[in-house]
C-alpha cells in the first residue's frame, strides 16, 4: 500500500469515529440536531465511506502495466480530507451564525470535494479494463495464449 492509500484509510476510520461521537453528542443534546444533522451525515457517507471506497479502490483496482498514480491519489486525498474539514468547520458555524464567511467556506467544502471526485474518476478511468487488457498487459508478447474459456451448462 502507498502511504496515500493508507492515509485514506486513516482517515476514513477517524471520520467514523467522529460521526459516532456526533452522533452521541446529538442524542445527548437533541436541540443540536439542527444544527449538525447534514455533518453527521456527512461525516459518515463522505468521510468515512467515500475516503474507504477510495483508498481500497487506489489499492486494489487492477493496475493495467503496473501502473502507479502518485500524484492522482494525493490530489485525490488532499482535496477530500481538505473538503471535509472545511464542511465540519463551515456548515455549523455557518448555520448557527448565518456569517458570510462561513457560508464562503461551506460552499467551498463542496467544490473540494467534487475536486476530489473528478481526479478520482480520471484516475480510474485508467484502471478500468477488460480481463482481455489485463491479460495482455500481463503477457505483452503473448507468447502464452490461454485457450478461450467455455462455459458448460448443465
Not at 444533522?37 to 477510495?54: D, E, K, P, Q
Not at 473538503?83 to 464567511?101: K, N, T
Not at 467551498?108 to 467534487?114: E, I, K, T
Request: charged share 15%; proline share 5%.
Amino acid at each position: 500500500m502507498s502511504r496515500w492509500q493508507v492515509a485514506f484509510l486513516r482517515c476514513a476510520l477517524f471520520w467514523l469515529l467522529a460521526n459516532g461521537a456526533l452522533g452521541i453528542v446529538v442524542a445527548m443534546r437533541p436541540s443540536l440536531t439542527g444544527l449538525f444533522a447534514t455533518t453527521h451525515a456527512h461525516l459518515g457517507t463522505i468521510g468515512f465511506f467515500l475516503s474507504m471506497v477510495m483508498g481500497v479502490a487506489y489499492w486494489m483496482l487492477p493496475r493495467p502495466g503496473g501502473i502507479r498514480q502518485p500524484r492522482m491519489e494525493a490530489i485525490t486525498f488532499l482535496f477530500l480530507q481538505a473538503g471535509m474539514l472545511a464542511r465540519v468547520i463551515g456548515e455549523p458555524w455557518w448555520r448557527a451564525s448565518g456569517s458570510g464567511f462561513a457560508h464562503a467556506l461551506f460552499s467551498f467544502s463542496g467544490a473540494l470535494v467534487f475536486g476530489a471526485m473528478i481526479t478520482f474518476a480520471l484516475a480510474m478511468r485508467t484502471r478500468i479494463v477488460s480481463l482481455d487488457t489485463l491479460r495482455a498487459a500481463a503477457n505483452p508478447r503473448g507468447s502464452r495464449k490461454r485457450p478461450p474459456e467455455h462455459s458448460h451448462s448443465d
